[in-house]
T-cell receptor, first 114, second 115 residues
Framework: AQTVTQSQPEMSVQEAETVTLSCTYD???????LFWYKQPPSRQMILVIR??????QNATENRFSVNFQKAAKSFSLKISDSQLGDTAMYFC???????????FGAGTILRVKS | GAVVSQHPSWVICKSGTSVKIECRSL??????MFWYRQFPKQSLMLMAT?????????EQGVEKDKFLINHASLTLSTLTVTSAHPEDSSFYIC???????????FGPGTRLTVT
């Protein structure tokens, strides 16, 4: 069974600074997908970024980028130029290539301070 | 595109009654829908996976007779909490996936309070 571990329950960052959220996972699969979701106080789940395991290049979406280390089974999220609107709970998630289910980590609460 | 709605957004019901939550994919056909439960400041827990026209697959530990799931069409899945009790109070989230593709699109969630 796959597991996803987020070791940082809470983090805070000053506005305009950079923060990195950690995620590790355990799987015996070779092909899979990894995701970072954001859940703001509204509780609507928002996809931030996705990574296909077969792609070596790290995914980037504007201020959000990942550091995907397949051998180390690590998938961290870097948020640059943090904004107050980035305050949310962030979940790392795993899905097998032909699977159905998302496996979520426990989440990291990120607070951006002005 | 890929919008998922849930109704109601918040419901309060009395202990012993049943409540139905709807999940709709508004601009795409969803062959698979998922129901999650989330407690405050915790992660999402998958309750069941439903495929259009077939019985839902429940995760271990989820009572299928208590949480009835019906995926009647390619755009609608419903979750009925039967004989609700205060411990069923939670935030319920659905998601939907297209026939082709792996991404899940999430609804805004439904807050259930059982008094």
């Amino acid at each position: 069974a796959q597991t996803v571990t987020q070791s940082q329950p809470e983090m805070s960052v000053q506005e305009a600074e950079t923060v990195t959220l950690s995620c590790t996972y355990d799987t015996s699969e070779n092909n899979y997908y990894l995701f970072w979701y954001k859940q703001p106080p509204s509780r609507q789940m928002i996809l931030v970024i996705r990574q296909e395991a077969y792609k070596q290049q790290n995914a980037t979406e504007n201020r959000f980028s990942v550091n995907f280390q397949k051998a180390a089974k690590s998938f961290s999220l870097k948020i640059s130029d943090s904004q107050l609107g980035d305050t949310a709970m962030y979940f790392c998630a795993f899905m097998k290539q032909y699977g159905n289910k998302l496996v979520f980590g426990a989440g990291t609460i990120l607070r951006v301070k002005s | 595109g890929a919008v998922v709605s849930q109704h109601p957004s918040w419901v309060i019901c009395k202990s012993g009654t049943s409540v139905k939550i709807e999940c709709r994919s508004l601009d795409f056909q969803a062959t698979t829908m998922f129901w999650y439960r989330q407690f405050p400041k915790q992660s999402l827990m998958l309750m069941a996976t439903s495929n259009e026209g077939s019985k839902a697959t429940y995760e271990q530990g989820v009572e299928k007779d208590k949480f009835l799931i019906n995926h009647a069409s390619l755009t609608l899945s419903t979750l009925t909490v039967t004989s609700a009790h205060p411990e069923d109070s939670s935030f319920y989230i659905c998601s939907a996936r297209r026939d082709r593709g792996y991404e899940q699109y999430f609804g805004p969630g439904t807050r259930l309070t059982v008094t």
